[in-house]
């Protein structure tokens, strides 16, 4: 049975969709309950797939393939490494406590946003378990369509502008991907017997006998799509208003899961599929990235708005996530791997956080605030706690990925400067100084609002959606192993193949596929 356990998790949530279809609109208490209890099945099944997953074998588990369009090489493919195992538990995790999250502020059109969510929640575990071009677009497309109404119906004022931005945005990415997915397939049908194929696995094999330039346009046009996404400075305008704009649910799932489809995307097929291309464009991707960090971080600073200051800041962060991944080294892509984790758990809870406080006040103007600390007691501690994991401080999880980041980027011989590494340090100074200077603001300011005094802490259910994302803040700054075993025989693999193509005449490249195992049936 262990084939099917992906199909059974990627399609699970359509019998929470399927339900609520047939429901009366105005029985929303059942509809929630309804899609809680749906997210939450899916969340044990990742479950099952997180514990049977054996951190010892190389390649891809829970592998399942099938026909699909014969004719042009397609199947139903999908697999897991321990790259995507982390990825879609974090999916399965934040999906359910967003629909928590908006339990009381989503009071219309309920039947309609959760069905969304769930749809949503279908296309992430999608994009992570595919092992064909087709079917992997697919899934990447599907999810513009759930995000466009979660933005464009329930977010803020200027909803319609935000949605309309992030489509445009997207949709640019994803025709230069399905670009480049024709071209690749197309490029390599000689190479493959005359065959069209979309498998990925099979594409592992046949592209690095591409020629550096092919490989160079080719990344390029992947490259751009996943930098959108991610987003790499300078595609980044689209975030800050998307993330103002959407509801609080719609927030957690773009910052916890969306963004780190891009950076999923770049590892899985710009990287291992272009791996020349990948080692001449690695020092000018880590030029944006560094970038992204600095900048992130100083417009960070002077953001007004609490829930815009928390966009700007993932900028900053997902810059130490892309120059982790081209430092090309074990350290570097571990740490760029746990820190999509941490900044999913960390910036999904500040925007959680600015959720709450946003439903008591009704703004989030920072100049607002003041003097919530004696007022909301538990609402500080907590929010203390995720700031500090936010600014990487030891013992919480963010320190671990950045260390890893900068560790790994600073002797990388496909960097060969550390000024990458020094500059980028900078923003971790730059990410405790607008943190700490907002929670300063917000919580030790001076009280001149009498509306901040009529405040009520945190309910219970408030406090329930915070306590798992601060037990796993705490238990990967203690003990990261946990989870970083899950994902370093896939690391070592990409790094390994990077490595060899870094040394190896062009000639001898095609070899290295037969040192390399990326299939394990679990058999």
């Not at 670009?179 to 197309?186: D, F």
Request: glycine share 6%; with cysteine; charged share 10%.
């Amino acid at each position: 049975m262990k084939e099917y356990f992906l199909t059974f998790l990627i399609f699970s949530p359509i019998i929470g969709i399927l339900l609520i279809l047939f429901i009366n609109s105005e029985k929303k208490k059942l509809i929630k309950t309804l899609s809680l209890l749906t997210s939450i099945l899916t969340f044990v099944i990742s479950l099952f797939i997180y514990f049977l997953f054996d951190n010892n074998i190389d390649g891809f588990q829970f592998y399942f393939s099938t026909e699909w369009i014969k004719s042009f090489g397609i199947g139903y493919t999908v697999g897991i490494d321990g790259i995507s195992l982390l990825l879609i538990m974090i999916t399965t995790l934040l999906t359910p406590i967003s629909l928590i999250a908006s339990w009381n502020s989503i009071d219309k059109k309920v039947k309609g946003f959760n069905s969304m969510i769930l749809l949503l929640e279908i296309g992430m575990l999608g994009v992570f378990s595919s092992l064909d071009l087709f079917l992997f677009y697919i899934f990447w497309e599907l999810i513009l369509i759930p995000m466009y109404f979660i933005i464009g119906i329930w977010g803020g004022e200027n909803r319609i502008y935000a949605s309309i931005k992030f489509f445009i945005y997207t949709m640019f990415g994803s025709l230069l991907m399905l670009v480049a997915i024709i071209w690749l397939i197309i490029y390599i049908k000689p190479l493959n017997d005359n065959i069209y194929t979309t498998n990925l696995l099979r594409l592992f094999d046949l592209s690095p006998e591409i020629s550096k330039n092919i490989q160079i346009w080719l990344f390029l046009a992947f490259g751009l799509s996943f930098a959108i996404k991610v987003p790499i400075f300078p595609f980044h305008t689209w975030l800050p208003d998307a993330h103002t704009e959407a509801p609080t649910a719609g927030s957690v799932i773009l910052a916890g899961v969306l963004l780190k489809m891009g950076t999923y995307g770049i590892i899985r097929f710009c990287v291992m599929l272009f791996p020349d291309a990948t080692i001449y464009f690695a020092p000018i991707i880590s030029v944006l990235a560094v970038i992204a960090i600095i900048y992130g971080a100083l417009v960070s600073m002077v953001q007004p708005d609490v829930k815009r200051l928390v966009a700007y800041s993932s900028v900053s962060h997902m810059g130490f996530v892309v120059l982790g991944i081209f430092a090309l080294t074990t350290q570097s892509l571990q740490g760029s791997v746990i820190q999509m984790i941490n900044h999913g758990l960390s910036t999904g809870a500040l925007f959680l956080l600015v959720g709450m406080i946003y439903d008591r006040r009704h703004t989030r103007l920072i100049s607002e605030f003041g003097g919530l600390a004696k007022q909301l007691p538990v609402y500080a501690t907590l929010f203390m706690i995720v700031t500090l994991s936010s600014i990487g401080l030891p013992g919480l999880n963010g320190f671990i990925g950045e260390f890893l980041i900068l560790l790994g980027s600073f002797n990388s011989v496909f960097l060969n400067s550390s000024l990458y590494t020094i500059i980028a340090s900078l923003g971790v100074i730059l990410s405790a100084v607008y943190m700490l200077w907002m929670y300063q603001r917000v919580f030790f300011g001076k009280l001149e609002n009498n509306e901040n005094q009529q405040l009520n802490d945190l309910s219970k259910r408030e406090i329930g959606l915070l306590i798992p994302i601060v037990l796993f803040i705490v238990w990967i700054g203690v003990y990261p192993s946990t989870f970083l075993n899950k994902s370093e025989k896939s690391v070592k693999i990409v790094i390994e193949r990077m490595e060899y193509f870094k040394n190896v005449d062009k000639s001898k490249a095609s070899s290295l596929t037969k040192n390399v195992i990326f299939i394990n049936n679990n058999k």
